[in-house]
Structures are given as C-alpha cells and as structure tokens.
C-alpha cells in the first residue's frame, strides 16, 4: 500500500508530543529547596518538561544530562520517558525505543508510551513491533486516526491485505472526515484490483472542497502504476483545469498518455512544460518524435540548449526524416564535442554516409572522421 510512513510519523510527531506532556505524568516545577545555605536543589525533571513542552529540546536533553542517574529518589522512569520525546525529536528511532523501553520497565504502562514505541518501530519499518506496541496501547490507539492508519500499513507490508483492509474500513467509518485515511483507503482499493469502485470513490474523494493537488496526483499516480492509465488520465485532466500551468502535473499526465500509448498528447503536454522548464525540450522533442511528428520535433530540438544532447537528439531525428545529407554535414560539430566515442552515433552516421554513396572511411569507426 502506498502509504508515506515519513508523512504520517511527522504529523503525528507533533500533537504526539503535546499530549505526552499532558498525559503521562509530568510534575510542575517543584519550588526550590534549600540544599546547604546558598544553594538550591534543581527539580530537573520538572525543569526539561517545561523546556519540551515549549519546544526547546537541546536545552531540555542538556538538563537532563546533568541528573544524578544514581540518586535513588530521582525519577528514572519519567527521565527515560523524556529523553524518547527528545530522541523522536532528533529523529532518533532506536533512541526512542531504548529510552521508552526502559522507561516501560520502570512501571510507565500510559497508552502515549506504547504509541510512541510504535511510532518509531514504524518508522524503522519493524512493523510486527508496530502492531505489538499498538495493542499495548489497547483502546487508545483505536481512537488515534494516525495509529489506525500505522496498523493497517504494517499488515499490509506483512501480507496480511485482508487485516489492512479490515483496520482502513473501520477507520474511515470512525473518521469519515480523515481525508488521509480516505485516500490510503482509495489507494488499497487499486492495489487490490478493485478498479471500478476505487473510481468511485477517488472521484468523490477529489470531488471535495479540501481535496489537494498532491491528493489528485496521489490518486492518480495509483492508478497509473497499476496499469489503469485511462482513470488516471481523467483525475489529472480535471486538476489540470483549475492548475493549466502546473509543471508536475503537466509531466504526470503526460506519462498517463504514454501509459496509454497516446505520445502526441503527452508530447503537447511537455512542449507546455518546456516553457517552464528549457530542459524538457530534448522530451517533447523525443515524444514528437514517437507520434509521427518529426518537423515539429526538429524544431524544437533546434531550440535545445545543451549542445550535446542536440546533436545526439538532431542526428536521429534527420535520419528519420530521410534528410541524410544534413546528418552527415553533423560529423565536425560531433567530433568537436568529442560524441563520436559513442558507437551508436558513429553507426548512425556512417549510415547516413551510405545513402548518400560516399563508402569510403578515412578511419575506423569511433576512432576518428568519415570522409
């Protein structure tokens, strides 16, 4: 299933951490207490949390890197469970486990804990650990639209499609406004083969009001890479109206039209790009030249910038055009960018040499001239 564990850990990365400060216990900041005279005892539990919760993770992890880890008073279950929020943070995920582990032994059995143990298995694609922290977390992670969807994408990387669809169905029933579960859901749709109601369904998902560019290109992209271009050509040529000068788009559907064996639409489509992006021309010039349409694509390779990927481009593209006296006119200006190494192109023009009856070779070929 075609789902973005990066997207998904990161959205859920930041309400994850809102709540953990909320939910797992952490303290206020203890009043300072005399410890000798002229000195105070730092709550240093208490101080990270704040420090966390207001977004400053380096400074929290250097408070904590001055607790005494022996004082047997100091709260090490509530250290560890700290410093996994700062280790998710830094992108951390095996730091994250080895803290929240221990912080597990220590008696930490919150739901939040199990959730963000099964984040970073997630993350780091160990996706038995996933489900096996995600029951640890029991009802809660049912209730979490980002859970639900971490569960159905690691049965789904096991094999178990009947499990991931069962979690997405019900997913979408809790949260019938989760437009990422919506869409996950369209995409295990065409992976499993169902075509016809993953149609329906895109089409009323991309239909709304909240529906995304990224969403219509996501959808797409599914159906192309499935082999059903024709929906994925629909889906683009709609988002296409309201976007006409978008260049991703314009490249997608582009490539639905070659799926589709239509090289002459894609070739239109990347000509509009080329405007955007000078580098595209040698591409539509290809894609003109797939379609039949050679003096438009000797136009616009004479457009190309790149002086070697012209010729190489123009040299074909003569021969196709059965203009063989100007390919063979090509062979200074190849030599001089040094592109008679390339055999293919030494073959190409010493063909364009024989329709034009001049046999004789002044040197091996790729080694020099033809006369």
């Known amino acids: 299933m075609s789902m973005c564990s990066g997207r998904l850990a990161r959205w859920w990365l930041a309400a994850s951490l809102a709540t953990a400060l909320v939910g797992v216990g952490f303290a206020p900041p203890a009043t300072a207490a005399p410890k000798k005279k002229g000195q105070v005892k730092i709550d240093r539990i208490a101080l990270a949390s704040i420090l966390i919760r207001d977004g400053h993770f380096d400074r929290a992890a250097r408070v904590l890197s001055k607790a005494n880890l022996k004082d047997p008073k100091f709260d090490r279950a509530q250290y560890h469970v700290l410093m996994g929020i700062i280790a998710s943070k830094r992108k951390d995920q095996r730091g994250v486990i080895r803290h929240l582990e221990q912080?597990?032994?220590r008696g930490k059995r919150q739901p939040l804990?199990?959730?963000l143990l099964a984040q970073a298995h997630f993350r780091l694609k160990n996706y038995r650990a996933t489900l096996k922290a995600l029951d640890r977390a029991g009802p809660k992670a049912r209730k979490d639209p980002m859970a639900v969807m971490f569960r159905a994408h690691s049965y789904w990387r096991l094999g178990r499609k009947a499990f991931a669809w069962k979690t997405?169905?019900?997913g979408v029933k809790r949260f019938p406004f989760h437009r990422e579960m919506r869409r996950q859901r369209i995409l295990l749709l065409i992976e499993l083969g169902l075509y016809q109601q993953a149609a329906g369904e895109g089409?009323?998902?991309l239909a709304s009001?909240?529906?995304?560019?990224d969403d219509h290109l996501t959808v797409a992209e599914a159906f192309r890479r499935s082999g059903q271009p024709k929906p994925a050509v629909l889906i683009l040529e709609g988002a296409l109206l309201r976007r006409p000068f978008d260049k991703t788009l314009l490249l997608r559907l582009a490539h639905a039209y070659v799926?589709?064996?239509?090289p002459l639409s894609a070739a239109t489509l990347v000509h509009r790009a080329a405007y955007i992006d000078t580098k595209l021309r040698v591409?539509?010039?290809e894609l003109y030249r797939r379609a039949g349409k050679t003096t438009l694509a000797l136009m616009l390779n004479a457009q190309v910038l790149d002086q070697r990927a012209k010729l190489k481009q123009r040299l074909g593209l003569l021969i196709e055009a059965r203009r063989f006296e100007e390919a063979a006119s090509l062979e200074r200006r190849l030599s001089r960018l040094g592109l008679l190494k390339d055999q293919q192109l030494v073959y190409a023009l010493a063909y364009s040499y024989f329709r034009i009856g001049r046999f004789r070779l002044v040197a091996p070929i790729?080694?020099?001239g033809m006369a």
Do not use: P, V
């Open 283 to 285: 591409e539509a010039a």
């Open 209 to 213: 009001r909240k529906a995304t560019l």
């Open 203 to 205: 089409r009323m998902f």
């Open 113 to 115: 804990i199990f959730m």
């Open 168 to 170: 997405l169905d019900d």
């Open 259 to 262: 799926n589709d064996e239509k």
């Open 103 to 105: 912080a597990i032994k």
């Open 366 to 368: 790729g080694e020099g």
